[in-house]
């Protein structure tokens, strides 16, 4: 293991070796701990630091929230969402899903406008235009 | 709770009594700020209020519907009003208000905590703090352990950064 290592399984797993997953690993690490004076302070440094967390994010009590809340619960309506839980289950839902369907059906079966104008313009030029026609011809 | 959907207040009352400190520690911790995080925590519970009826039992635990609400309602905080971390804590200042070198990097530290994303800080403030277990961050997150994992190792290798470099200043 080297110093490394152990910084990243020191941010993993936090400095309290107690709740870490894996026995073995942590074996290792006490051990590398002990031999190292680099590792050591490594690991005194996270240890200070998740110390002091605590104090850092220390959190004041909260004045009366309960009771501010309590009054405007009465002007709060509580809907009722069953009718709407039923519309987007049974209609909403099943109506989006639909749309691509309904959208790709009306690309697809709409006259293509491009594809008939070259047909027309071939059918006409081979067969019902009689100067192309002759010209064609070996004669 | 299914008291609480069909509209009893004493109910409502009692899930209160039994989750507010929680709650406002959670948000406490994620905005820092005492009058915003009461109205955040006030907000929280009216919306649990108004919208119990969209609970549904066996889709979520209660407490990990109500905390993405409150979780919610920090992120809008949070977009509004980015935390805005000072990056360079005036440590001459802080030198001649003679203050100790655990209150500094304390100091030090409540900043940087408040320049995490709000998905990592979320991770660090309730496994490190609040004590929750990785899996139920998971679920709040609607992530994986592993994932969660990763926040946390991000989140404390920042930390331990920046109050290394602050250590180095002093």
Same mark, same amino acid.
Request: charged share 25%; hydrophobic share 40%; aromatic share 6%.
């Given at each position: ?64 929230v309960e009771a501010k809340v309590l009054n405007q619960i009465s002007t709060v309506r509580q809907p009722n969402y069953n009718w709407y839980r039923h519309v987007s289950n049974w ?49 | 709770m299914l008291r609480v959907q069909k509209g009893d207040e004493i109910a409502f009352e009692q899930l209160m009594n039994r989750h507010t400190?929680a709650v ?16 955040l925590v006030q907000e929280t519970f009216l919306r649990v209020w108004a919208k119990s009826k969209l609970w549904i039992p066996n889709k979520a635990k209660f407490s990990t519907w109500m905390y993405q609400i409150a979780r919610n309602l ?14 360079? %804590? !005036? ?8 203050? $100790? @070198?655990?209150?500094?990097? /304390? =100091? ?31 679920e709040l997150?609607?992530?994986? %352990? !592993? ?8 989140? $404390? @290798?920042?930390?331990?950064? /920046? =109050? ?7």
């Open positions: 293991m080297n110093i490394q290592e152990l910084g990243n399984l020191l941010d993993r797993h936090g400095s309290d070796l107690n709740q870490w997953p894996d026995q073995q690993l942590r074996q290792q690490v006490q051990s590398y701990i002990a031999e190292s004076a680099e590792a050591h302070e490594l690991f005194s440094q996270v240890q200070y630091i998740d110390r002091l967390v605590p104090k850092a994010l220390f959190v004041p009590q909260p004045t009366n209609v909403l839902k099943p109506i989006l899903a639909m749309i691509p369907l309904v959208i790709g059906f009306i690309l697809g079966s709409g006259p293509n406008q491009d594809v008939l104008l070259v047909e027309e313009e071939l059918t006409t030029e081979r067969f019902e235009d009689p100067v192309n026609y002759l010209a064609m011809s070996d004669d | 400190n406002h520690s959670y948000i406490f911790r994620m905005c820092q700020n005492v009058q915003i995080a009461e109205e920090c992120i809008d905080h949070y977009k509004k009003q980015r935390a805005q971390f000072v990056d360079d %804590v !005036d440590f001459d200042r802080i030198a001649d208000d003679s203050l $100790r @070198r655990d209150e500094i990097l /304390i =100091l030090t530290l409540q900043k940087a905590i408040q320049t995490l994303p709000e998905r990592q800080k979320t991770a660090f403030v309730l496994c490190q703090v609040e004590g929750w277990s990785q899996a139920e961050v998971a997150l609607d992530s994986s %352990v !592993d994932a969660v994992e990763s926040l946390l190792s991000r989140a $404390r @290798r920042k930390l331990r950064e /920046i =109050l290394g470099s602050t250590q180095q200043h002093q």
